[in-house]
């Protein structure tokens, strides 16, 4: 792109006979704003995030390296949770891009955020030996740290945390702990899910076993005789 805009003299010469003419060139900067093409439409589950890195910025083409482009983008949100239909929001995001000669050009993505049920939700597996390995108790770490929802789960909707004010949903729990013995223990975590439109709980528990199944180890001095 750094050709545009500038004046260019060129010259054109016949090898056969040697005759040749000179003019000028300019090239026009005025219709030639960058091309942008948005995300097709997208139909999503509310609880879904919705910041661009979820579905990718616009595709742009023209005379410009992306980077010399200014690309920004605005969201315009219309919320239609719990009015009986099975549409939670749309959202319009229109991007805009603008080369170094102030050309604009912008484009529209439409996003639909589809309202989720109770039925859809997927509640984390239990720690027990069955679903997933117990957890071996770590002698720098409380129970409580080794058993935190960043690593045992939560519950999800397709792949989100299933708690969403887009969706009109909350999530809870409650532990009930039991120690079984030493740093051996039971973990019952109770889960609610609620669906606030519909006035309906989902409950789940989720079992977790924090266990000490290694033998302590003892450093025996050396023997010595006297």
Request: with cysteine.
């Amino acid at each position: 792109g750094s050709f545009l805009g500038q004046n260019w003299i060129f010259r054109v010469l016949n090898p056969s006979n040697s005759t040749s003419c000179t003019g000028t060139l300019v090239i026009n900067t005025t219709p030639l704003p960058p091309a942008i093409t948005c995300p097709p439409d997208t139909v999503i589950t509310c609880n879904t995030p919705v910041n661009p890195s979820e579905f990718g910025g616009p595709l742009l083409t023209g005379c410009f390296d992306e980077t010399a482009l200014d690309l920004t983008y605005n969201d315009v949100l219309v919320s239609s949770i719990c009015d009986g239909d099975s549409i939670a929001f749309f959202l319009t995001r229109t991007w805009e891009a603008v080369d170094p000669f102030g050309n604009v050009t912008n484009c529209q993505h439409v996003i639909t955020g589809r309202r989720i049920t109770l039925n859809e939700v997927v509640f984390p597996p239990n720690y027990d030996g069955f679903d997933e390995p117990r957890i071996q108790c770590d002698p720098n770490a409380s129970y409580l740290m080794q058993t935190d929802t960043s690593m045992t789960g939560v519950p999800t909707v397709d792949g989100h945390f299933a708690a969403s004010s887009s969706c009109s949903f909350a999530v809870q729990f409650q532990d009930v702990v039991t120690q079984i013995c030493g740093a051996y223990y039971k973990i019952e975590r109770k889960w609610q899910v609620f669906d606030n439109c519909e006035s309906e709980v989902l409950n789940h528990t989720q079992v977790i076993y924090v266990v000490d199944e290694d033998p302590p180890a003892y450093n025996i001095p050396d023997s010595l005789f006297v």
